[in-house]
C-alpha cells in the first residue's frame, strides 16, 4: 500500500516564515509540524528543511533525541498510558499489558483499523488520579483491568 | 458590586478530570436558576493539592470545603448552602464529623501545612491578573524598580538564604550575583518548567494555579542581573499551564507590567515561552540552553557555568520554578522574614507532590525541617488500605530510597543528602510491604537508562550494565558477585559521568543495597521476593485440602501446567508455569496462592 503524502497547508507555511529568523526555532517549528499532522511526515520533514535552510540530518537528530515527537501516525484514538512512578505502583503497567491484549498491538503500533494506538507515557501530573490513561486529551482515572473493555467499547462506539 | 459569596472550583490538572469542568457549568446554570448570579460568583482557581478527594469546591466567606462533587451535587448546594445557608454534610471531607471538619483549616491534610509558594493556588482566579493584584502582585517588582539598586536585590535574595528548588540546593543569590558581575551586555533569565519526574508536579500546579507569580519573579530576577529578555522552558505535556502563561503575559503586556519601559521605570523586559519535547536530561540546565537553542538536549561540561556562558554564548541565570514563586514573597517581606522559617542551612518551604501507597495524595507545602513521619502519616493521613509503611522515595530516578528508620529526620538538603536521599524537585513516593525494592530500583534505572542522552560512557554504559545485573537477580539467575558489580559500576558512574543526571542515576540502587540488602540476598539465595512483584521468582500453588477438582484451573491455564483428576486435588507443574496467575484469579475456592 502506498503512502499518501502530505503537503504543507498554508498555516504551517506561514507559522515557519514567520519563526525563521528567530534563533533556536527548531522545535518550536517542530510541534507546529506535529499539531497539524498527528506526527511529522517526511515530506514535510524535508521541506522544513529547505525553509530553515537546515540539513534534515540535524532535523532527524532532533526528532528522534526526544520522545514528545513521533514518525508515525497515531491511531485515531491515541491511549496514553501514565507509567509515572505513583502510576507504576498502583499497576498502571497491568493496565497497559490488559489495553494491547484487548487491542492486539504492541506499544508504540497502531491498530490495523487505525482506530487505536497504545503509548507508554510519563508522569502526566495528576497522580492523585493513579493508576491514569489518557485518550484523546480525556483523562481516565483510578483505573483497574476490569474498566479497559468498558473504555474501548466507548470508543469504538463513537466510531 | 461586590459578591455575597465566592464559589472556589478547583482547576487543577486532577480535579478538571475528575469531572470539575462539569461542576463549574453546573453552578453557572444553577445559580442563573436561583436567580443568584448577580450574589454568588464562580471562581476557577489554581490546584488546592487535595487531589485525592477530587473535584474540590470551596464556599467563602464561611470556608466550607466540600470534597467529590460531582455536577448531580451542585443543585444541592445551591439550594441547601448557597440559598439557606445550611452545610451540605454529606459533601464534606469526613460526614462523621462533618461539624468540626467543615472549613479546611480542621482538616488534617492541611493543618502542618505553609503556604508561601502556593500562597495563591486555589484562591485566586489564574486566568484574571486582578486577582493576583488583589493578594499584593505585582507589588515586589514595584519596589524592587523604584526603591532598589540591582544589587540590593540580589543582596536580598542572597540574606534570605533561599536555595534552589529544583534538587541540588544551590544559593539562589550566588547565581544573580555570577551573572550580575558580568559585563553588561546582552543577558538571559530562563525559567526551568521542564518538570520531568515521574511522580512530581509541582511545578506544573504553581504554573496553572499562579502563573502571574513566575512573571513577576523573573522580571526581578531580570532587573537584578541586567537582563532584557526571559525565556520559560515548560513542557509541552502541560497544555493547560502553557495556555495560561500565554494568557498571563498577554495580560502583563497590556498593564505594562512587562514589555518596554516597565511602570514608567526605563526597564524593559519580555518573556517567552519555549516547549519542551519530553526528555529527562533537559532538566540539567546546560542541557536545557542546548533544547532552547534548538539542539538535542546533551548537557556541556561545566565550567564555564551558564551564568558566565549560557544561551547563546552570553550570561544566563536558570532558575527553578518553585524558587522563583518565593522571590516575591521575599522581596515584599523581607530577607530576615524568610529566614526565620526552616532548618539552619535550608531556609523557607519545600513544596512536595505526595502520591505513592498513601492515602490523601495530593500538593503539600511544608516548612524546611518538617519530618517524614508529618508528611506521611500526619497529613497524607498514613498508609491505604491498612498496609505497612516500607520506605519514601524522594529525588525522583536520582534520589534514594529512605527506610522506616529515619522517619522522623527533619527535612533539608543536609540532612536528605546524609541518609542517601536528596531533595530533588518534590516528588515524595511512599511505599508498602507490597513494594519490592529491587523491583523499583530496576523501574528507576529502566528510565535513566531511556532517558540518557549518551554522550559520556559512564552514564550510557553504566546504566546499561546497572539495569542488566538488577534484571539478572529478579530473574532468579542473581549470584552474590553481581551485588559487588553494582557497587562498583554506580561508584563509576557517581564520580566520571559528566552532568547530574549520571552522577545521581545510581542513588536508588545504592540506597537500596545500603538499605534493603536483606532484600537482595533473598532473591540471589533464597530465589524469593517477599513482596511478590519479581514474577519469575513466584511460584504459585494448589492447597490440596482446598481443592475440590473442579477442573476450572486446568482449563484455564493457557500453558497446560496444570494436570489432575475431577474430583481429586490439581497440581501446578513448575517447569510449565509461565506465571501468569489466571488461576488463582479462576479459583473459587481460593485453593491457589502465590509466594
Known amino acids: ?159 | 458590586m461586590a459578591y455575597e459569596s465566592y464559589v472556589l472550583v478547583c482547576g487543577g490538572t486532577a480535579c478538571c478530570s475528575g469531572g470539575g469542568t462539569t461542576v463549574v457549568e453546573a453552578f453557572k446554570k444553577e445559580l442563573e436558576a436561583a436567580g443568584l448570579k448577580d450574589k454568588v460568583q464562580v471562581v476557577v482557581t489554581g490546584c488546592l493539592g487535595f487531589c485525592e478527594q477530587g473535584p474540590i469546591v470551596k464556599i467563602l466567606p464561611q470556608g466550607t470545603f466540600y470534597v467529590q462533587v460531582k455536577a448531580e451535587d451542585v443543585k444541592e448546594i445551591v439550594a441547601e448552602h448557597l440559598v439557606k445557608g445550611r452545610v451540605v454534610q454529606r459533601l464534606c471531607y469526613d460526614p462523621e464529623q462533618a461539624k468540626k471538619l467543615v472549613a479546611e483549616a480542621n482538616i488534617p491534610f492541611y493543618q502542618k501545612q505553609y503556604r508561601i509558594v502556593l500562597r495563591n493556588c486555589g484562591i485566586i482566579d489564574p486566568e484574571k491578573i486582578e486577582d493576583y493584584i488583589a493578594r499584593d502582585g505585582y507589588k515586589a517588582i514595584e519596589k524592587v524598580l523604584f526603591e532598589m539598586t540591582p544589587e540590593q536585590v540580589v543582596e536580598e535574595i542572597l540574606k534570605s538564604g533561599l536555595r534552589g528548588r529544583g534538587g541540588a540546593g544551590f544559593p539562589t543569590g550566588m547565581k544573580w550575583k555570577f551573572a550580575q558581575q558580568q559585563p553588561k551586555g546582552q543577558k538571559y533569565m530562563v525559567c526551568n518548567a521542564d518538570e520531568g519526574d515521574p511522580g512530581a508536579y509541582m511545578d506544573r500546579s504553581t504554573l496553572e494555579g499562579d502563573p502571574h507569580s513566575i512573571l513577576e519573579a523573573m522580571t526581578i530576577a531580570g532587573y537584578a542581573i541586567g537582563a532584557s529578555k526571559g525565556f520559560i522552558y515548560i513542557r509541552a505535556e502541560y497544555p493547560l499551564a502553557i495556555e495560561r502563561l500565554q494568557i498571563a503575559i498577554k495580560q502583563a503586556h497590556e498593564l505594562g507590567l512587562l514589555g518596554d519601559d516597565i511602570l514608567g521605570s526605563g526597564f524593559s523586559f519580555d518573556i517567552e515561552l519555549r516547549f519542551g519535547a519530553g526528555a529527562f536530561v533537559c532538566g540539567e540546565e546546560t542541557a536545557l540552553l542546548q533544547s532552547i537553542e534548538g539542539n538535542r538536549g546533551m548537557p556541556k561540561p561545566r565550567p564555564p557555568f551558564p551564568a558566565v556562558k549560557g544561551l547563546w554564548g552570553r550570561p544566563t541565570v536558570i532558575n527553578n520554578v518553585e524558587t522563583l514563586a518565593n522571590i516575591p514573597v521575599i522581596i515584599n517581606k523581607g530577607a530576615d522574614w524568610f529566614n526565620k522559617i526552616g532548618t539552619a542551612t535550608t531556609k523557607g518551604t519545600k513544596v512536595f507532590a505526595l502520591t505513592g501507597k498513601v492515602n490523601n495524595s495530593g500538593l503539600i507545602e511544608v516548612p524546611m525541617g518538617t519530618t517524614l513521619r508529618e508528611i506521611i502519616f500526619d497529613i497524607g493521613g498514613g498508609i491505604r488500605g491498612g498496609h505497612q509503611f516500607k520506605a519514601a522515595q524522594t529525588g525522583g530516578p536520582s534520589g534514594g530510597i529512605i527506610p522506616p528508620q529515619f522517619l522522623d529526620t527533619p527535612i533539608d538538603y543536609e540532612s536528605l543528602a546524609k541518609i542517601g536521599s536528596i531533595m530533588g524537585s518534590g516528588g515524595l513516593i511512599v511505599m508498602d510491604e507490597t513494594d519490592c525494592v529491587v523491583d523499583i530500583a530496576k523501574f528507576y534505572l529502566d528510565f535513566t537508562v531511556d532517558e540518557s542522552c549518551g554522550k559520556c560512557a559512564p552514564c550510557r554504559i553504566g546504566g546499561r550494565k546497572l539495569l542488566n545485573y538488577l534484571n539478572k537477580i529478579t530473574d532468579g539467575r542473581g549470584t552474590e558477585d553481581d551485588i559487588k558489580q553494582l557497587e562498583a559500576i554506580s561508584d563509576a558512574m557517581c564520580k566520571a559521568s559528566l552532568c547530574g543526571l549520571g552522577q545521581t542515576a545510581s542513588n536508588p540502587v545504592k540506597s537500596t543495597l545500603k538499605y534493603f540488602m536483606d532484600e537482595y540476598m533473598e532473591h540471589i539465595k533464597d530465589k524469593k521476593c517477599r513482596a511478590g512483584k519479581c514474577s519469575k521468582l513466584i511460584q504459585y500453588k494448589i492447597d490440596p485440602a482446598k481443592c475440590k477438582g473442579c477442573t476450572m484451573c486446568a482449563r484455564k491455564c493457557p500453558a497446560a501446567a496444570i494436570s489432575g483428576t475431577v474430583k481429586q486435588p490439581h497440581a501446578i507443574d513448575q517447569t510449565k508455569c509461565i506465571k501468569c496467575g489466571q488461576c488463582e484469579q479462576t479459583c473459587k475456592f481460593g485453593a491457589i496462592s502465590h509466594g
Open chain 1, 1 to 159: 500500500m502506498s503512502k499518501k503524502l502530505e503537503t504543507m497547508t498554508p498555516e504551517l507555511r506561514a507559522f515557519i516564515e514567520e519563526w525563521k529568523a528567530k534563533p533556536g526555532n527548531l522545535i518550536m517549528v517542530l510541534h507546529r509540524v506535529q499539531q497539524t499532522y498527528g506526527y511529522i511526515p517526511r515530506e514535510i520533514a524535508i521541506e522544513t528543511s529547505k525553509i530553515l535552510d537546515v540539513p534534515l540530518a540535524k532535523i532527524y537528530g532532533v526528532i528522534t533525541f526526544y520522545n514528545f515527537f513521533r514518525l508515525q501516525k497515531a491511531g485515531k484514538y491515541n491511549v496514553q498510558v501514565c507509567l509515572g512512578t505513583a502510576c507504576y505502583l498502583r499497576g498502571g503497567d497491568d493496565i497497559i499489558k490488559e489495553f494491547e491484549r484487548q487491542l492486539g498491538v504492541g506499544l508504540n503500533a497502531t491498530t490495523d483499523d487505525g482506530m487505536f494506538s497504545v503509548e507508554a507515557v510519563r508522569c502526566l501530573g495528576c497522580c492523585g488520579l493513579a493508576p491514569v490513561a489518557v485518550i484523546n486529551g480525556e483523562v481516565h482515572g483510578k483505573l483497574s483491568s476490569k474498566d479497559v473493555t468498558g473504555i474501548i467499547k466507548q470508543y469504538r462506539d463513537r466510531g
